[in-house]
């Protein structure tokens, strides 16, 4: 464990070195200057949130409007519209936001989620284009290494559960991916999962530390100290492809051959659609400058997020959102949540 902690360190500190030192703060301010457009924006951008203050995505939005004031003569002000679980806020970014430029909804995987199970075809993704790639967490199963699953793979683990069905406990929160990833594995595995609710992951962790559950369900944020410590082992991340601060760690679509386990904290800068053309273009490189900054994506990492970006352009994070919420449809469809 030692060597992975040392690993992860290894990996945060290369993360934190600047892209490149070509261009200045200075030159990205000018650079950007020369894009904007003349009569945008004359008033604060809004940065719209829609959970309360002080969570995750508030926190997000507020370093990134810190870091777009830093490229920008610009004021960003962060507002969270919250209410019916996220519903309010996206519903408002859907329908009522106007495509000027001026509101930005900083975003993640449960805006199609609402789409998809509240909206009931009033609204959807669609109506929303894409400026940024954030950054995302993905879900993992953790084990203890004092408990059963102390020196066992996801394989060894899926095999328990299929050989021992109704004896392997889970950590999970109800109805969102985390229950979802343990009836993926149970399906994968031929056998059933305990599945013990908790409100949170980090509530999750503490059983799986007391020795309540065999399994945790979380992300990084919610257990990096007790990973560091050597009391906990990561065994899969529900991640298209191993990720850059865990290298060593399996995905569950490659031990247990599948496709449709992927479950993050994916997040995404939007505007409402139909925001003119050179606005939306301008936004697009304020953002991509901000989120380049090393210093933002150092604050980044600290919550245990990841930064790599693999997408060219906004057109590219649109079709990446496009992908991840049939994936969703496709698992909400095939368990009956939602009619075919």
């Given at each position: 464990?030692?060597?992975?902690?040392?690993?992860?360190?290894?990996?945060?500190?290369?993360?934190?070195l600047p892209a490149s030192s070509a261009e200045t703060v200075a030159d990205t301010r000018a650079r950007l200057a020369a894009l904007k457009p003349k009569?945008?924006?004359?008033?604060?951008?809004?940065?719209?949130?829609?959970?309360?203050?002080?969570?995750g995505m508030d926190t997000t939005a507020r370093l990134l409007g810190k870091y777009?004031?830093?490229y920008t003569d610009h004021r960003v002000v962060v507002v969270n519209k919250t209410g019916g679980a996220g519903f309010i806020g996206h519903t408002y970014l859907a329908t009522q936001a106007k495509p000027d430029g001026?509101?930005?909804?900083?975003?993640?995987?449960?805006?199609?989620?609402?789409?998809?199970?509240?909206?009931?075809?009033?609204?959807?993704?669609?109506?929303?284009?894409?400026?940024?790639?954030?950054?995302?967490?993905?879900v993992t199963w953790i084990v203890s290494t004092e408990g059963r699953f102390k020196d066992k793979s996801l394989k060894d683990v899926a095999a328990a559960i299929k050989r021992e069905p109704g004896t392997v406990k889970a950590a999970i929160v109800p109805s969102i991916s985390f229950e979802f990833l343990a009836e993926q594995v149970e399906t994968k595995a031929g056998g059933k999962v305990v599945k013990v609710p908790f409100q949170g992951g980090a509530p999750g962790v503490t059983a799986l530390l007391g020795g309540h559950v065999d399994i945790a369900t979380g992300f990084l944020s919610e257990y990096r100290g007790h990973l560091e410590a050597d009391k906990v082992k990561v065994v899969a991340t529900a991640a298209e492809q191993r990720t850059s601060d865990m290298p060593q760690v399996p995905t569950f679509n490659e031990v247990l051959g599948a496709k449709n386990m992927v479950w993050s904290a994916w997040r995404f800068a939007a505007?409402?659609?139909g925001v003119p053309a050179d606005r939306k273009k301008y936004l697009e490189a304020v953002l991509a400058a901000a989120l380049r900054d090393p210093e933002l994506q150092a604050e980044y990492r600290k919550t245990g997020s990841i930064v790599d970006n693999p997408y060219a352009n906004a057109a590219a994070v649109d079709a990446a959102i496009d992908k991840l919420a049939a994936l969703e449809r496709e698992f909400l469809a095939g368990t009956g949540r939602l009619a075919k």
């Open positions: 464990m030692r060597r992975i902690v040392a690993l992860l360190v290894l990996v945060l500190l290369a993360g934190a009569d945008f924006p004359t008033q604060p951008l809004e940065f719209v949130v829609v959970y309360p203050a002080g969570g777009v004031e830093k001026y509101t930005v909804g900083v975003l993640a995987g449960g805006v199609w989620s609402d789409a998809m199970q509240k909206a009931k075809d009033k609204w959807s993704h669609k109506n929303f284009e894409a400026v940024a790639f954030i950054n995302y967490a993905p505007v409402p659609r």
